[in-house]
């Protein structure tokens, strides 16, 4: 009898949602499915108030379902619309009412940068400047208007050592959430004491990630430190997000051969060089034209993670596929040339040394996207990389037409290719440097997916 009351608030609340939805002329079987995403949303939650949730919790839940590629586009609508009428009409939140509900409708269109920051796994935590200039989204927000000499500062540090873009958004964004949660406190003003409570917050509240609160303590050491030179120093103890250990998913040969069946054109390329050559998706997506060997069959991957360079191989099935392939990019390229759109973006410090380089053939992507877009440094239109966002759709899409029960990701490709190595009997050596591991520790775990792992050792069951 204890949990009638609570069943009865949670019936009136739901009572009161479906009579939302009616006076929008939504009909029964179109109000459950809104019902159904509503509750799909608070799930997903993990125990956090409906009232709690901010603009950026949205946001987040929005690009992971944009970039989970299950949802078709009227699907992905449904879901913007369910949780409009929540948050306006029933939580009340004071940002809803402001929230960009009919952009979040199109976000490959309107967000592509904040979809960006979403991998695989959908970890990582987007950046609130939509489209623009990031460093112009970050005008008309309390801390972006209070601290923009701060955020300015970091930004040019940032880009003086060369970080990606997503860096650069990713501790921006961290460094405004820090200030936020300090009630708007100069920077200055806050040290240890201040990240310590900060990070407690993030793991006993808002139950992120182990990774996601390393990220956050990492853009504040990183601004604190070499921002402001006002290093905080030991941070003490704080309550840690647990990382689990997890193994990774591993598809059998068959079933590589089974999801190709369903990929197709550039896609299935691209897929092919994440399982032929294991590279990571964005290794793969941001490939240059001068860095693939046909002739030695290699891929020279370029400021890879960590900002390593390594070799890797190129599978030779995949060798004239790809050389037709850069014939058609040529083309594209070619046609660009003759319009005068600008080159292809290179580091503003090889752009110095080598002002002509961003419009020689060897530093063209790829993988170039179908259409122009705006440069969200420099301003500049350019033809940028295709978004990997198509990829992993592709990839999840096929897993589901192909009837594996797997949860497969592009990732999955790259955890196949050091496995198969593994069993074709490869030194590990040899696939650390591959896989670009900085330890071969992190190699080991492949150990553990084999079938016979270590010396052969077979079950009780066979024996």
Known sequence: MEDQPNQDRTDIFWSRYRNALAAQGLRDREADWCI?????FIKSAKGLLLKEHTAEDLRAYLCRQAVDGRLKDWQYGQVVDALRILFIQIVKSPWASDFPWDMWKEPHLH????????????????????????ADGLRGHRVGDLYAAELDLLRETIRRRHYSIRTEQSYQEWLMRFITFHDH??????????????????????????STQRQALNALVFFYKEVINRPFGEVGDFAQSKRPRRLPVVLTKKEVG??????????????GLLYGSGLRLMECVRLRVKDID????????????GQKDRVTMLAEKYNQPLAKHLAKVNDLFQKDQRAGVAGVYIWPSLARKYPSASKEWGWQYVFPSVTLSTDPRSGKVRRHHIHESGLQRAVKKAALEAGLTKQVSCHTL???????????????????????????????IYTHVLNRPGISVKSPADI
């Open 36 to 40: 159904k995403r509503a509750e799909s």
């Open 111 to 134: 967000f592509p940068d904040q979809l960006e920051q979403f991998d695989q796994v959908g970890r990582h935590i987007p950046v609130s400047g939509g489209s623009q200039v990031f």
């Open 258 to 271: 089974r999801l190709f069946e369903h990929v197709i054109g550039t896609q299935l390329l691209m897929a």
């Open 414 to 444: 790259r955890h196949s290719f050091a496995t198969h190595l593994l069993e074709a009997h490869y030194d590990i050596r040899t696939v650390q440097e591959l896989l670009g591991h900085a330890d071969v520790s992190t190699t080991m």
């Open 185 to 210: 406190r100069a920077p200055k003003e806050l040290g240890a004491e201040e990240v310590n409570a900060y990070l407690t917050y993030l793991a006993d509240v808002r139950r992120v990630s182990a």
């Open 294 to 305: 046909l002739e030695q069959g290699q891929i020279l991957v370029r400021d890879g993670k």
